[in-house]
Nanobody, 124 residues
Framework: QVQLVESGGGLVQAGGSLRLSCAAS????????MGWFRQAPGKEREFVGA????????YYPDSVKGRFTISRDNAKSTVTLQMNSLIPEDTAVYYC?????????????????WGQGTQVTVSS
């Protein structure tokens, strides 16, 4: 079992930045692909990006590419989502997740473990 806890959410103005963290306990994270997802009210959960178990590769959808960056520290069992140039459309609850599939598989169903989510609100 892997327990994931997100932190770092909050309220920020458009154009600002936030840094989300995901801390893991239980099994080591080093074998898992780590993904970030978000869900806005009334919308389906959306893939935000993923990082390979080694940290060597990342993948982002066009909606956040160039603005969001995922990194990980397996020794500390943490994953970070750095979000820059935020826009109101980025407002959502953000979740980290752990799975063993490819970083290019954007389906939320392939992830085995999920955090409880952290709210990000971007004001215009």
């Amino acid at each position: 079992q892997v327990q994931l806890v997100e932190s770092g959410g909050g309220l920020v103005q458009a154009g600002g930045s936030l840094r989300l963290s995901c801390a893991a306990s239980g099994r080591t994270l080093s074998r898992y692909t780590m993904g970030w997802f978000r869900q806005a009210p009334g919308k389906e959960r959306e893939f935000v990006g993923a990082i390979r178990w080694s940290g060597a590769s990342t993948y982002y959808p066009d909606s956040v590419k160039g603005r969001f960056t995922i990194s990980r520290d397996n020794a500390k069992s943490t994953v970070t989502l750095q979000m820059n140039s935020l826009i109101p459309e980025d407002t959502a609850v953000y979740y980290c997740a752990a799975g063993v599939r490819s970083i290019y598989d954007i389906r939320d169903s392939v992830y085995d473990y999920w955090g409880q989510g952290t709210q990000v609100t971007v004001s215009s």
